[in-house]
Structures are given as structure tokens and as C-alpha cells.
């Protein structure tokens, strides 16, 4: 049974910057703990920015970024999710979108941009 579907689809290009994000969609029931990751290779970039963009709305909507190992939630996102990764270190940078338990609503098309600082 399909209870719920939430697309995370390709994302951010920020500044040329070939920014990968996996899975690219997922089904999932509600209550279920998700997590999205997005990736890229320039080394010298410690922020991930993620993006909810909701069916119906063109606004994309600023979750949080991780800069170095430190989430920074906003508000309205602060329960539901969190932000993992370390873009510490001189290695292809990480960050993952953690849905803590996934919910009808979060139905929508996830971003993911990197930049270099805060
Ligand atoms: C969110 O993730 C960070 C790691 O990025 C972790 O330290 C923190 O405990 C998590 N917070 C919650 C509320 O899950
Ligand atoms: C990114 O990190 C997540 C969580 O640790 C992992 O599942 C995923 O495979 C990693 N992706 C890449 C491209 O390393």
C-alpha cells in the first residue's frame, strides 16, 4: 500500500558546482525515519543548503545547512528534521536531510546547494 510519496529530485547547482543527490525518489509510509543525502567533489565547500519546494507553491523553501559538522534548522523545520554530515576535511562533501518521522505534508521536492562559506 502506498501510503505516501515524496519526490527528492536532482538538485541545487550552485556556482557550476555538480551537486549529486540520492535517491532521487522515494515512497514511504508516514512514521517512517528517511534519509536523503546529497553530495559533490569540490573540497573546499563546507556548506549544504537543503530546500523544500511544496506541490502548488514556487517557493523553495530554506530547511537548513550544515557548515562543517553544525546544523543550523530554521524554525518551522526544526522538529521534523535534522541535518547530518562533516564538510570538514579535504573529501568529497556529504550532508544528509534526516525526516525524523515522515508525515503527509512532507510530501514534496527536496534541494540540495552547496557553497563555499557561511
Ligand atoms: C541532528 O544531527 C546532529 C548531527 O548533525 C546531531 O548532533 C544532533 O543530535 C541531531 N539532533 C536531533 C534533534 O536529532
Ligand atoms: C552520504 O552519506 C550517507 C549517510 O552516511 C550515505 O548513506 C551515502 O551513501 C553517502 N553518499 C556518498 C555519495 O558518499
Given at each position: 500500500m502506498i501510503d505516501f510519496l515524496l519526490f527528492c529530485c536532482l538538485a541545487g547547482v550552485s556556482l557550476g558546482l555538480d551537486v549529486r543527490q540520492s535517491p532521487s525518489d522515494l515512497i514511504k509510509s508516514p512514521g517512517d525515519k528517511v534519509q536523503i543525502s546529497c553530495s559533490h567533489d569540490?573540497?573546499?565547500?563546507?556548506v549544504i543548503l537543503w530546500y523544500q519546494r511544496s506541490p502548488g507553491d514556487t517557493a523553495l523553501k530554506l530547511i537548513g545547512y550544515l557548515y562543517f559538522k553544525e546544523a543550523t534548522m530554521e524554525q518551522p523545520f526544526k522538529e521534523d528534521f535534522n541535518i547530518s554530515g562533516d564538510?570538514?576535511?579535504s573529501t568529497a562533501k556529504n550532508a544528509s536531510l534526516i525526516f525524523k518521522a515522515v508525515k503527509p505534508e512532507h510530501g514534496a521536492v527536496y534541494y540540495c546547494a552547496a557553497r563555499e562559506a557561511r
Open positions: 569540490r573540497k573546499d565547500y563546507r564538510l570538514g576535511g
